[in-house]
C-alpha cells in the first residue's frame, strides 16, 4: 500500500512547535548565520563553587537546531542527531568538535529522538511527533496528488506523542509505533523525552509536561519491561519548571541527570543545571547552575560518556533577545565529576 505523503511545509511549521521546550518557534532556523555560540561572555567555564562537578564550555559546532541526541558510534567516533529546519539530521564525528553530515543514515520525520541500545545489540529510537488527525485520500484518478487532512493541522492545537523504531544497526530505522506515551491535551510545554535502562534492567522515559493546575512544567517518568510499551509512573519525578531532562548516569546508588530551566521570560535566561540521585526518584538538584549566562538561553543538553565521570556535553543556545527568532544552535562542552 503506498504511504500518505504529507506536505513538507506542514513540518518546516511544525517541527519546533513539536520540540516544545523553547523559548518560541525560532522562524529563520534555516538561515545562514555567522555562529555566535563562540561569543558568550560571561559563561561560566570552571568549577561551582560548592559542586562535585566540573564544567568547561567550548565551541559551537556550526550547526542549527534543539533537542540534539549525542551517542557513541559503534564504529568509532560520534553521532549526533539534530531537531531542526535543515534537510541534515544525522551528523558524524571522530573527535566531538568537528561534525559532518551523515546522509545514509535514515531516520523518522520528527523531534526529540533519543537513541538506546539494547544488551542484543539493536537499537531503538525515540521521537516525537503529531497525533495526526485522519487523512483524506486523493481524489480518484490523481494518486500522484499529497494526501490532505481531513480538517485543519494546527502544531498549537494538536497532541504530542513519543513513537519508537527498531533497528539492528545505526543505519536505517522505519516508521515508529507508539508507546503510549502521549499528551492529555495540546500545549506547547511537552516532550523532550529521554531514555535509558535502569540498574534492574527496566527501559525508563523522563519527560517534560505541563499538567493543568501546575504553575511551572513538571518532569514525568514511565517504565517499560521491552522498551516499546510504556506505562507512566505516579507522580511527578521533578517539578518548579525543570526541563530538557538528559539522564547521564543510571547506576546502582549513582544517578546524574543534567536540566534546563523553564523558557517562562519572568525565569529567563535558561541555565543547565546537575541533579543528583541515590535511588532515581528522589533528586537533589544543585543550589547553582554549572552554565549560566545572562544574555543567552543555553538548553536541551544532551552527553555520552568518554571516561568515568567524564562527558562530552552538546548543548542548543540562543541569545537571549532572539530567543522567539532564532538563530538556535548547538555548543559543545566538557563535563566531569
Sequence with gaps: MRKSRLSAAFWVASILAVAGCQSGTPSEMGASTQSSADSSSEAISQK???????????????????????????????????????????YRSNDGVSF???????????????????????????????????????????????????????????????MVSESSNLSSFPEGVPTGIQQDEPGMAWGVPDTWVDPDGFYRMMWVDMPEGERWEVLRTATSQDGITF????????????????????????????????PATERLPQRIYV??????????????????DEDRNYLDPAAVEVS???WLVVISTVEKANALSGPYEYVGARLSR
Design 231 to 262: 506505562t507512566p509512573d505516579e507522580g511527578y519525578a521533578i517539578t518548579d519548571g525543570y526541563v530538557d531532562p538528559f539522564m547521564l548516569k543510571a547506576e546502582e546508588g549513582d544517578w546524574v541527570l543534567l536540566l534546563s530551566t523553564t
Design 308 to 310: 568515568p565521570d567524564e
Design 100 to 162: 559532518t553530515p551523515d546522509p545514509g543514515m535514515k531516520i523518522p520525520m520528527g523531534s526529540d529522538y533519543s537513541l538506546l541500545q539494547r544488551p542484543d545489540g539493536s537499537w531503538l529510537l525515540y521521537y516525537v511527533t503529531f497525533d495526526m488527525p485522519p487523512m483524506e485520500p486523493s481524489p480518484p484518478g490523481e494518486p500522484g496528488q499529497p494526501v490532505q487532512p481531513a480538517q485543519s493541522m494546527d502544531p498549537k492545537t494538536m497532541k504530542k506523542k513519543v
Design 48 to 90: 561551582v563553587n560548592g559542586s562535585q562537578f566540573s564544567f568547561e564550555l567550548g565551541e559551537g559546532l556550526g550547526i542549527e537546531g534543539v533537542s540534539p541526541e549525542l551517542v557513541a558510534h559503534p564504529d568509532g567516533g560520534y553521532l549526533l542527531l539534530v531537531t531542526g529546519l535543515g534537510q541534515d539530521r544525522a
Design 275 to 292: 541533579a543528583t540521585s541515590t535511588n532515581g526518584m528522589d533528586w537533589s538538584i544543585e543550589d547553582e547552575p554549572i552554565l549560566y
